[in-house]
């Protein structure tokens, strides 16, 4: 079969496959900034994270410690999933006598530090401090153990009966009412 004179030609001109191609590479473009985008983001939040968790495990180390915090400023560092970090505590006064603040601070150990990628903000009461180091009241668990612990764990206190159990007349609704 020839291909008559008149008959316009099939197929893709050069300037059409450059556009083409320029219109792939663009969204291609587009793609992978995307990808780079969410990675970095994903990145920045585990270390928003593991900064959240490092401030707050040091407000509970301060309260745990069984002393009650001076006003004043600590700095250290730990490492935490491979990464080394360093925090900054400051213990502060408040309006409410024998009760500190307690604000820490994290970042990244090469970052700049008037930077952080965390803060928790704790408050540390003196009586609880002076009751926890004692053993009294706030610090260990007084009450009743499990009941599920032994005969020697059931002398402590008076035994609770059990609820009544409800019965249920055929005909009868769930509704309480006082009693005929």
């Known amino acids: ?16 496959v450059v556009v083409a191609l320029a219109i792939v590479a663009l969204g291609m473009m587009a793609l992978f900034r ?3 985008d969410a990675a970095n983001n994903a990145a920045y939040l585990r270390d928003r994270s593991l900064a959240a968790w490092i401030a707050t495990d040091r407000v509970a180390e301060i309260r745990l410690s069984g002393e009650f915090p001076s006003v004043d400023e600590t700095e250290g560092e730990t490492e935490m999933a491979r990464q080394r970090w360093r925090w900054k505590a400051s213990v502060s006064e408040t309006p409410v ?5 307690v604000d820490v601070r994290v970042r990244l150990d090469g970052d700049p530090e008037d930077t952080s990628l965390a803060q928790a903000t704790g408050f540390i009461g003196q009586a609880m401090q002076q009751a926890s180091a004692t053993g009294a009241g706030g610090g260990a668990w007084q009450g009743s153990p499990a009941p599920n612990q032994g005969a ?4 402590e ?9 409800r019965t249920r007349s055929p005909g009868t609704n769930d509704q309480e009412g006082p009693e005929e």
């Not at 079969?1 to 059409?16: K, N, Q, S, V």
């Not at 206190?157 to 159990?165: E, L, N, Q, S």
């Open 34 to 36: 995307t990808v780079s």
């Open 157 to 165: 206190g008076p035994v609770r009966p059990p609820p009544p159990k």
């Open 152 to 155: 020697e764990a059931q002398d």
């Open 1 to 16: 079969m020839t291909r008559r004179p008149d008959a316009p030609a099939r197929g893709f001109t050069l300037i059409e």
């Open 97 to 101: 006598k024998g009760l500190r603040r």
